[in-house]
């Protein structure tokens, strides 16, 4: 937002023109602000908890067997509910699930938050708002999606668990309970497990029918909040207070920065290098574009990447295969850094809520690994 308000001052920009980029953000804060009303009821009525404990148990006291099944979660979460909502909904979750197991190391299995998060976000065309922003209102049907996707995600899946099972190996040989108490399950948690349930057959619905997903998430998440607040007789203000609305005015300040780009020409610039590129060999252009994408994103965010992204290649009139590679590097790059996604950024917020904290330098070597491997089986899995 500093940055954004700094184009205003200094007239590098008009008010209208940054009005102008604020508003096309519009379904995102909607989407956000939904999917952190939902996650916020949950852990307000302890759903999370009850969760945590039946992941817990289920793992009958091997931490390895737990990393497996959080990670399968966050496989379900992140296709279904897309990768905020796994940053948002599952990080409170996963971090119960440790503190009930009695896990020295919680981080090995917090990371797997983080890492599916992206890593499993081209499952299908809701599982990352991105992919609505590269593809534009030319979205693939959701059988040539999965034509196209599937082979890649099961890539990016696979090799990113392998990766990160493989470097949290001895974190893993720690011993965690294997007699864990099941909390009741109140009937605020009741509603607010239907709520996400509901929420996820309505984003798969309103992206069959070619549907914004911001407005419904934010009725669902509203609804779901009021309904548990009146039953409950609790006060409001505590439910709005625990939601960390500061995300909303960083997705405007990026919306703001990539509409002053539009402005100056860069856009044109780039969409004429693509063309040129892909005439002289479009093999070439789809791995260059899809690295060029996944490591660029973590400078400046993947959503105002997607967005030049999706600009340049629909201006370009871009091959299949290339959009591919791009959203790949823009769904898969963002696991290199904590700046490279807002869902990584999600995942700190909570991550603090939790009382826990990762450097920047320590997801950044984690990071390293997990991303290029994932990121060069996907690309290669293209031409499968």
């Known amino acids: 937002m500093t940055g954004a308000l700094l184009l205003l001052a200094c007239g590098l920009i008009a008010p209208a023109v940054g009005l102008a980029g604020m508003g096309k953000g519009t379904d995102v804060y909607l989407f956000l602000t939904g999917m ?20 817990a148990r289920m793992s009958k006291g091997s931490s390895p067997r737990l990393f497996l099944l959080i990670y399968i979660v966050g496989v379900v979460v992140t296709a279904f509910l897309s990768n905020d909502a796994t940053a948002v909904v599952l990080t409170p979750a ?5 503190k009930a197991a009695k896990a ?19 499952v299908l065309p809701i599982s990352n708002p991105a992919n609505l922003v590269i593809y534009g209102s030319n979205l693939p049907p959701l059988l040539q999606w ?34 864990i108490v ?9 509603t607010a497990l239907a709520g996400i349930a509901a929420t996820a057959v309505i984003l798969l619905a309103a992206s069959a029918l070619d549907v914004q997903l911001g407005l419904p998430t934010a009725i669902t998440g509203i609804l779901t909040s009021a309904i548990v607040i009146i039953r409950s007789k609790k006060n409001p203000w505590l439910m709005i207070k625990g939601v960390s609305w500061s995300v909303l005015p960083l997705v405007a300040g990026l919306f703001v920065l990539v509409e002053a780009l539009n402005k100056t020409g860069v856009i044109q610039h780039i969409t004429a290098i693509l063309r040129q590129s892909a005439s002289h060999s479009i093999t070439v252009t789809a791995w260059m574009s899809g690295l060029i994408t996944a490591f660029g994103c973590n400078l400046v965010n993947n959503l105002p990447a997607g967005l030049i992204a999706g600009n340049v290649v629909q201006a370009a ?60 089986f996907s690309l290669a899995s293209l031409w499968i």
């Open 94 to 98: 996963v971090a119960a699930a440790v």
């Open 182 to 190: 099941i909390p009741t399950l109140s009937m605020g948690a009741k």
């Open 104 to 122: 020295e190391k919680p981080l090995p299995y917090l990371f797997i938050c983080a890492f599916i998060a992206n890593a499993a976000s081209f």
């Open 146 to 179: 999965l034509s196209l996707y599937s082979i890649p995600s099961i890539a990016a899946i696979a090799v990113t668990y392998g990766v990160l099972r493989f470097t949290q190996r001895r974190a893993l040989r720690q011993n965690i309970e294997k007699d």
């Open 36 to 55: 952190l009303l939902l996650a916020e009821t949950a852990r307000a009525e302890k759903l999370f908890d009850w969760l945590a404990a039946h992941a």
């Open 317 to 376: 009139h871009a091959p299949a295969i290339i959009k591919s590679a791009v959203l790949i590097g823009i769904d898969l790059g963002p696991n290199l850094s904590i700046t490279g996604s807002l869902a990584t950024i999600l995942w700190l917020v909570a991550l603090r809520r939790e009382g826990l904290t990762v450097t920047a330098w320590a997801f950044l070597k984690l990071g390293a690994v997990v991303m290029t491997a994932a990121l060069l």
